[in-house]
């Protein structure tokens, strides 16, 4: 059965998205960002004034928001209940509660099931599909041909992140990725985690050209 998957994972500020999207760009993939679901969900629990520190109350919740995934590389949208939340999801306020959200067993649960659904419609209907989150080498496709594993040093992370949120005090960003990758490495269900059959490619001294061009290689080796 054909369709490519290409599974990555890794940190905040690794340079997953930029990679993720140019790969699947350079190939005819499909992209999926998982975090963008769980940035979504995340978005609508604050919305709906919902306490998402009450694990309990977020998993009661979870089934209620229907989160819509376009995956056209060249213009990936999130949809809630219809509403474009492709920039709100980017926000201080989604950023520093997305932890907690994404740390319930029951949002995972969801949120994996829909994502599985939307790589075997990529597999059916495309040549394949980029995945990129925390989990995908570990939990959502395991048996994926390409896994790697990005990391790059939390300096090279800070500095990339600032950029793109454009925020002149790395130090504050560096402190606010920090906490979110402790708390996304060391939660008790699908943490972020290196299995040792992924890739690890370390990008803290690499051009993003440089990382797409290793990744089209191992894609192009797959197939
Ligand atoms: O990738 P991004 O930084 O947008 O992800 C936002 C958050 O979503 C992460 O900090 C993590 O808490 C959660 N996440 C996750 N599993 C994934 C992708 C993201 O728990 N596969």
Redesign the pocket.
């Known amino acids: 059965s054909g369709g490519l998957v290409i599974a990555i994972?890794g940190p905040?500020g690794s340079g997953?998205?930029s990679t993720a999207k140019s790969v699947a760009r350079a190939r005819g993939l499909k992209y999926l960002?998982?975090?963008?679901?769980?940035?979504a969900m995340?978005w609508w629990m604050l919305e709906n004034g919902v306490d998402v520190a009450d694990a309990e109350a977020v998993a009661a919740a979870a089934g209620r928001p229907a989160i819509t995934m376009g995956t056209d590389p060249d213009a990936p949208t999130v949809h809630v209940d219809g509403v474009d939340v492709g920039k709100v999801i980017r926000g201080d306020e989604v950023?520093s509660n997305?932890?907690a959200?994404?740390?319930v067993p029951r949002v995972?649960e969801l949120?994996v099931a829909r994502?599985r659904e939307i790589i075997a419609e990529a597999c059916a209907s495309a040549p394949g599909i980029v995945v990129?989150?925390?989990?995908?080498t570990t939990v959502?496709a395991p048996d994926a041909p390409v896994k790697l594993f990005l990391t790059a040093s939390e300096e090279a992370r800070a500095q990339r992140r600032s950029k793109e949120v454009r925020s002149g005090d790395v130090a504050a960003t560096q402190a606010a990725l920090a906490r979110?990758?402790r708390?996304?490495s060391t939660?008790a269900v699908?943490p972020?985690t290196q299995t040792p059959d992924a890739t690890k490619l370390d990008t803290t001294s690499l051009s993003l050209d440089e990382v797409i061009a290793l990744v089209v290689k191992l894609a192009d080796e797959a197939r």
């Open positions: 994972d905040s997953k998205s960002d998982t975090g963008a679901m769980y940035r995340t950023t997305v932890s959200v994404s740390a995972r949120l994502q990129e989150g925390r989990d995908i959502v979110r990758d708390l996304d939660r699908s972020l």
